[in-house]
């Protein structure tokens, strides 16, 4: 069920790239709302709108906003001609993509003649929070490597929801974005993560980093979220000659025991549902909570069947930290869970490690042993 309610726009507070944050008077009171431009039109100071008010009548994590449903002043919206497919399909709010495999997008031949990675590794995240810190982790090391940041349906669905993205295009850690499934808004849209990963790749992108968008869906259960794509998505990597890179997702500031160091999503996605090898990436961090850490990875036999390597995350936030891109996780900031971004920067700095030394050539050879080395040292202390 939707909760509907007629509203007045007061204010245009902001308006972003398909997006317009509005101020609008319901029932008697103000509130903020998000209008979507390629859904609804434009929206100007006067103008009635059609509201859904579900997720702030429930308190969800919505951030406390609206969502424009329709227009009163807006009679005819037009499409472009480019393109046919469907994403919302069958709802009243279905939207037309031009979608990187039809045969009229010129990625579509390059894209047809891509049916590998050829050793592209894919950073594999599951919160929207790890993005930033794991681009960085990325560029930090060379900002020559072209970055594709591939957005999932796991959790919000239009691109434009997310300050973040906007932020890192603009100060240039990430170069393209992707948009899979039914989510919408990339610069390239496409209709799976397998299409989706190889988009990135014929588009000439070193790296990827995969999570969905913001707002992840969880019950408490098992099974019962989609922080579960995680797993499928180091299968996809995988059966598409790619290296998975995962980010665990680490906490030691949440107050639930199930996200209390590793988190149960991490541990459930790597232990059932990857049927692929994967690199795990731990940040260094005090000893105590690393060793907590890693007896939860062996504790699941996790340390048996995925590579797990430590690597610094501190540099990558730094970047953050010199561009003035703050980090949030949760209502939490870096120097309150800093656990959480140090994995993801670490990743990335990890995957970045991986292009660089792909040319083969003693570096190469060099940097293989040493992760042979690491991986022995764990399954000995561990």
Same mark, same amino acid.
């Not at 709108?49 to 997720?55: K, P, R």
């Not at 500031?253 to 160091?261: A, S, T």
């Not at 340390?303 to 949030?328: A, F, Q, T, W």
């Given at each position: 069920?939707?909760?509907?309610?007629?509203?007045?726009?007061?204010?245009?507070?902001?308006?972003?790239?398909?997006?317009?944050?509005?101020?609008?008077?319901? &029932?008697?009171?103000?509130? =903020?709302? %998000?209008?979507? $431009? /390629?859904? #609804? !039109?434009?929206?100007?100071? *006067? +103008?009635?709108?059609?509201?859904?008010?579900?997720?702030?009548?429930?308190?969800?994590?919505?951030?406390?906003?609206?969502?424009?449903?329709?227009?009163?002043?807006?009679?005819?919206?037009?499409?472009?001609?480019?393109?046919?497919i469907m994403k919302?399909?069958?709802?009243?709010?279905?939207?037309?993509?031009?979608?990187?495999?039809?045969?009229?997008?010129?990625?579509?031949?390059?894209?047809?003649?891509?049916?590998?990675?050829?050793?592209?590794?894919?950073?594999?995240?599951?919160?929207?929070?790890?993005?930033?810190?794991?681009?960085?982790?990325?560029?930090?090391?060379?900002?020559?490597?072209?970055?594709?940041?591939?957005?999932?349906?796991?959790?919000?669905?239009?691109?434009?929801?997310?300050?973040?993205?906007? &932020?890192?295009?603009?100060? =240039?850690? %990430?170069?393209? $974005? /992707?948009? #899979? !499934?039914?989510?919408?808004? *990339? +610069?390239?849209?496409?209709?799976?993560?397998?299409?989706?990963?190889?988009?990135?790749?014929?588009?000439?992108?070193?790296?990827?980093?995969?999570?969905?968008?913001?707002?992840?869906?969880?019950?408490?259960?098992?099974?019962?979220?989609?922080?579960?794509?995680?797993?499928?998505i180091v299968n996809?990597?995988?059966?598409?000659?790619?290296?998975?890179?995962?980010?665990?997702?680490?906490?030691?500031?949440?107050?639930?025991?199930?996200?209390?160091?590793?988190?149960?999503?991490?541990?459930?996605?790597?232990?059932?549902?990857?049927?692929?090898?994967?690199?795990?990436?731990?940040?260094?961090?005090?000893?105590?909570?690393?060793?907590?850490?890693?007896?939860?990875?062996?504790?699941?036999?996790?340390?048996?069947?995925?590579?797990?390597?430590?690597?610094?995350? %501190?540099e990558g936030i730094?970047?953050?930290?010199?561009?003035?891109?703050?980090?949030?996780?949760?209502?939490?900031?870096?120097?309150?869970?800093?656990?959480?971004?140090?994995?993801?920067?670490?990743?990335?700095?990890?995957?970045?490690?991986?292009?660089?030394?792909?040319?083969?050539?003693?570096?190469?050879?060099?940097?293989?042993?040493?992760?042979?080395?690491?991986?022995?040292?764990?399954?000995?202390?561990?």
């Amino acid at each position: 069920m939707i909760r509907l309610r007629k509203g007045k726009v007061l204010e245009v507070l902001e308006e972003q790239a398909g997006l317009q944050e509005l101020l609008v008077e319901v &029932e008697g009171e103000k509130n =903020k709302a %998000i209008n979507y $431009t /390629v859904l #609804t !039109g434009y929206c100007k100071k *006067g +103008d009635e709108v059609v509201l859904n008010t579900t997720a702030v009548f429930l308190n969800l994590g919505s951030g406390g906003y609206h969502f424009v449903i329709y227009n009163c002043s807006v009679e005819n919206l037009d499409i472009e001609k480019k393109g046919h497919i469907m994403k919302l399909r069958y709802t009243p709010f279905q939207i037309k993509t031009w979608s990187a495999e039809e045969s009229t997008n010129p990625l579509a031949e390059k894209l047809s003649n891509t049916v590998s990675l050829s050793g592209m590794p894919v950073v594999v995240g599951t919160l929207h929070s790890m993005l930033a810190p794991a681009c960085a982790g990325i560029k930090k090391n060379s900002k020559n490597l072209k970055v594709a940041y591939v957005m999932t349906d796991g959790g919000a669905l239009p691109l434009f929801l997310s300050r973040i993205v906007r &932020e890192l295009k603009e100060k =240039k850690l %990430i170069d393209l $974005t /992707v948009t #899979t !499934g039914h989510a919408f808004g *990339g +610069d390239l849209e496409t209709v799976n993560i397998y299409s989706g990963l190889l988009s990135a790749k014929a588009s000439g992108c070193d790296v990827a980093v995969v999570t969905m968008g913001p707002g992840i869906v969880g019950t408490g259960t098992k099974y019962g979220h989609t922080g579960l794509e995680q797993g499928e998505i180091v299968n996809a990597v995988n059966i598409l000659n790619g290296i998975a890179v995962v980010i665990p997702r680490i906490s030691f500031e949440d107050k639930r025991k199930r996200h209390y160091g590793v988190s149960h999503h991490t541990i459930t996605s790597l232990r059932e549902i990857a049927l692929k090898k994967a690199f795990v990436v731990i940040p260094k961090m005090e000893k105590e909570k690393l060793d907590e850490v890693m007896n939860q990875l062996k504790s699941c036999g996790i340390h048996r069947k995925h590579r797990i390597v430590i690597e610094d995350g %501190i540099e990558g936030i730094s970047v953050l930290k010199s561009l003035g891109i703050e980090l949030e996780t949760m209502g939490r900031d870096f120097e309150q869970d800093s656990e959480f971004f140090l994995a993801a920067s670490a990743a990335g700095n990890f995957a970045s490690k991986l292009v660089m030394n792909k040319g083969g050539g003693w570096r190469q050879w060099i940097f293989s042993k040493l992760q042979s080395i690491r991986n022995i040292f764990f399954q000995v202390r561990y």
